[in-house]
T-cell receptor, first 108, second 117 residues
């Protein structure tokens, strides 16, 4: 069993839908990262958080440290949001442990 | 442009060869990383360097040797390439290493797709 689990593995949505991707982890962490990997392969850091909630545009990330759970929400989804979203946790040794990713496809 | 850059973008080579992948960041960051993404798209850390000093070495075969000539560069040399080394290798950097205290956003390079035939 991975130390970082994401669900769902694959997600299909219609443009405009509200999307939620979940991440659960089983280790102690100092921070959690959400990353986006585009179809072309590039990886972009979306959020880094250790408590509460962060918002960038249509993206919202939340974390519950007690429950060891984080969610990434996309409001008013758009086809350009189609990508793989990866959750990664940072332990206390600076090492990032990655989830297996959630492949999102948004159709017009 | 300020960024993390990697060369080459694609590398196709025969089993048994020795090859290098170069990484450079001009963001002024202290910490650099190498990650491997396998065919199932799973990312795993290989190495981490802070100011030219090795911090993390994640049970990577000793055929893989990172080299950091200065804090802006972290190159990856691979000896005696094997079929299982085929993957996408990502370099990344982050500002400051403070394990357990600060959270450091990581900036990723574009990746190098290595194919071993």
């Amino acid at each position: 069993k991975n130390e970082v689990e994401q669900s769902p593995q694959n997600l299909t949505a219609q443009e405009g839908e509200f999307i939620t991707i979940n991440c659960s982890y089983s280790v102690g962490i100092s921070a959690l990262h959400w990353l986006q990997q585009h179809p072309g392969g590039g990886i972009v850091s979306l959020f880094m958080l250790s408590s509460g909630k962060k918002k960038h545009g249509r993206l919202i990330a939340t974390i519950n440290i007690q429950e060891k759970h984080s969610s990434l929400h996309i409001t008013a989804s758009h086809p350009r949001d189609s990508a793989v979203y990866i959750c990664a946790v940072r332990g206390f040794t600076d090492k990032l442990i990655f989830g297996t990713g959630t492949r999102l496809q948004v159709f017009p | 442009d300020t960024a993390v850059s990697q060369t080459p973008k694609y590398l196709v080579t025969q089993m048994g060869n020795d090859k290098s992948i170069k990484c450079e960041q001009n963001l002024g960051h202290d910490t650099m990383y190498w990650y491997k993404q396998d065919s199932k798209k799973f990312l795993k850390i290989m190495f981490s360097y802070n100011n030219k000093e090795l911090i993390i070495n994640e049970t990577v075969p000793n055929r893989f040797s990172p080299k950091s000539p200065d804090k802006a560069h972290l190159n990856l040399h691979i000896n005696s390439l094997e079929l299982g080394d085929s993957a996408v290798y990502f370099c990344a950097s982050s500002p400051i290493l403070r394990p357990g205290l600060d959270s450091n956003e990581q900036f990723f390079g574009p990746g190098t797709r290595l194919t071993v035939l």
